[in-house]
């Protein structure tokens, strides 16, 4: 029973470090699987953090907090979409600075608002998402095995870890079985054949940059307001990028990400009860060894997968109408 416990107890710090990257997993699988490429994600992520933290702690609201990240995560998609798909700029160059303008803003803004040296004020009360219990916990925790792991893993996570969840549903089933799904589809594959069917590539492009601008700021937010009580510079620590590498792993798939995701989030959930484990042989892990993994799995996927993964065939290339 011990060993049902830890499991459960890993999976819980599994589901939780692997929520923020999902969000920005599902938010870059959107805007590429439309043509745009995004490595903004990181960025978007970071302003969503400060601005869901300033709003909550403000205004005591942690769903106001939600709002203000996801309104100041589509304000800098928006950004990004009128340079890429209005202008047809380099899409890698104003992803880049993106993240420069996120990590710049965040960091003057909270310093000179607050004087902690960028981090805001710590979110109580309402101004954080509460733990929810699932129907039934009571009933089902005694049963063997999965009373435990929907106690523990399933059960008593924030709202937007099950928003997150609601998120990967609809994103599977609206790119396979809606027409605003197929056509997403179709202009990230061939938005000439799109836009000669009547059909606007530009309006595409930019609902696919909104939505991903609302799952960067609902992953943003729940860095900042749920599972942190307040916003700490750049809290994302590389995350929009991990998720860039789990939506390649994952050939632009939804719930293969969710798997990609999940790993990554279990090498963090082991790292942090590996820490200063001692191995037989070897001696005390040292910390920094240990908090690496995840990046360097990304590395090791990446290298694995990059030649294998079969991006949309108009990712990155702006599209001109022919007269």
Request: net charge positive; proline share 5%; hydrophobic share 55%.
């Amino acid at each position: 029973m011990e060993i049902v416990q830890t499991i459960a107890v890993i999976l819980d710090s599994t589901i939780r470090l692997s929520i923020p990257l999902l969000c920005a997993a599902l938010a870059g699988l959107w805007s590429e699987r439309s043509g745009v490429v995004d490595i903004g994600l990181e960025g978007k992520m970071l302003i969503a953090a400060f601005a869901s933290a300033v709003v909550a702690y403000h205004s005591g609201s942690a769903w106001a907090g939600l709002g203000a990240g996801m309104l100041a995560a589509i304000a800098l998609s928006l950004v990004h979409g009128f340079a890429a798909i209005t202008w047809r700029g380099n899409q890698i160059v104003s992803g880049v600075a993106i993240n420069m303008l996120a990590v710049g803003l965040t960091a003057i803004l909270g310093n000179a608002w607050y004087g902690q040296g960028g981090r805001t004020p710590n979110l109580e009360g309402a101004a954080r998402f509460p733990e929810l219990d699932l129907p039934f916990v009571g009933a089902l925790k005694e049963i063997p095995v999965f009373g435990p792991i929907y106690d523990i893993a399933i059960s008593g996570h924030a709202a937007p870890v099950y928003l997150a969840v609601l998120a990967l549903v609809l994103t599977a089933l609206t790119l396979k079985h809606t027409r605003f799904g197929l056509r997403l589809r179709a202009v990230g594959e061939n938005p000439a054949a799109v836009d000669t069917a009547g059909v606007s590539v530009a309006g595409l492009r930019y609902a696919a940059v909104i939505i991903c601008g609302a799952l960067c700021g609902l992953g943003g937010t729940y860095l900042a307001v749920s599972q942190s009580a307040g916003f700490l510079p750049q809290m994302t620590a590389g995350k929009g990028f991990i998720a860039l590498a789990a939506v390649i792993f994952a050939n632009w798939r939804p719930w293969p990400a969710l798997f990609a995701c999940l790993l990554f989030g279990l090498l963090d959930a082991v790292a942090i009860r590996l820490q200063g484990v001692v191995l037989p042989g070897i001696g005390q892990v040292p910390v920094q060894a240990i908090q690496a993994l995840p990046y360097v799995m990304t590395v090791v996927l990446l290298a694995g997968f990059i030649g294998k993964a079969t991006p949309p065939k108009a990712s990155g290339l702006p599209y001109v109408k022919e007269r």
